[in-house]
């Protein structure tokens, strides 16, 4: 059964670096987002990316945050200066064709931020 | 807004007990419904939805019925194991086009002893 991947599963990194997260959508999925779980809370809403172009994106997602599609395989989330506060799992998840609204999740990338 | 309220957990319960979760939901028009499962460790992964009120969804002996009447989504199962230890996500889709994200509950942690 096709199934999203995510790498690395874990990343550690000192407050001010860069980190890029990397996701792997099922392939022949259309639509791909990006979600965070700070420790403890709820699921939330990053950005969403289509045809090449954010679609949406939440108050979360500000300048220092951005996202790629850089081969027909790959979609990354980029920090350029992390802070304390992004520590979180991060989620990928992709969905088909317009009309199909499930989305399916990889299995995360625990940010750890020092 | 829209939005999705869970009962708070952890929810404990002895193996082979109901389990019931409930669900509600604040939304303009009508969303599709859906519960998440994330196990010990893993990411999040689809359990059911329902798309129209009076659907019903239902997996692994999970259930679900979309009441539009009550704006619930209550998540039930006859008799549990200790195996569905787990945290569970309600949430909704409000279809715009393909451009969907995914609001979430804050879940509901449930724990099985044998």
């Known amino acids: 059964e096709p199934e999203v991947t995510q790498t690395p599963s874990h990343q550690v990194t000192q407050m001010g670096q860069e980190v890029i997260l990397r996701c792997v959508p099922i392939?022949?999925?259309?639509?791909f987002y990006w979600y965070r779980q700070i420790l403890g809370q709820k699921v939330e809403f990053l950005v969403s990316f289509y045809n090449n172009e954010i679609s949406e994106k939440s108050e979360i997602f500000d300048d220092q945050f951005s996202v790629e599609r850089p081969d027909g395989s790959n979609f990354t989330l980029k920090i350029r200066s992390t802070k304390l506060e992004d520590s979180a799992m991060y989620f990928c998840a992709s969905s088909g064709t317009s009309g199909e609204e499930t989305q399916y999740f990889g299995p995360g990338t625990r940010l750890l931020v020092l | 807004g829209n939005s999705v309220t869970q009962m708070e957990g952890p929810v404990t319960l002895s193996e082979e007990a109901f389990l019931t979760i409930n669900c509600t939901y604040t939304a303009t028009g009508y969303p599709s419904l859906f519960w998440y499962v994330q196990y010990p460790g893993e990411g999040l992964q689809l359990l059911l939805k329902?798309?129209?009120?009076?659907d019903k969804g239902s997996n692994k002996g999970f259930e679900a019925t979309y009441r539009k009447e009550t704006t619930s989504f209550h998540l039930e199962k006859g008799s549990v194991q200790v195996s569905d230890s787990a945290v569970y996500f309600c949430a909704l889709i409000k279809f715009s086009g393909g451009y969907n994200k995914l609001i979430f509950g804050a879940g509901t942690r449930l724990a099985v002893h044998p």
């Open positions: 392939s022949n999925h259309l639509y």
């Open positions: 329902a798309t129209k009120a009076d």
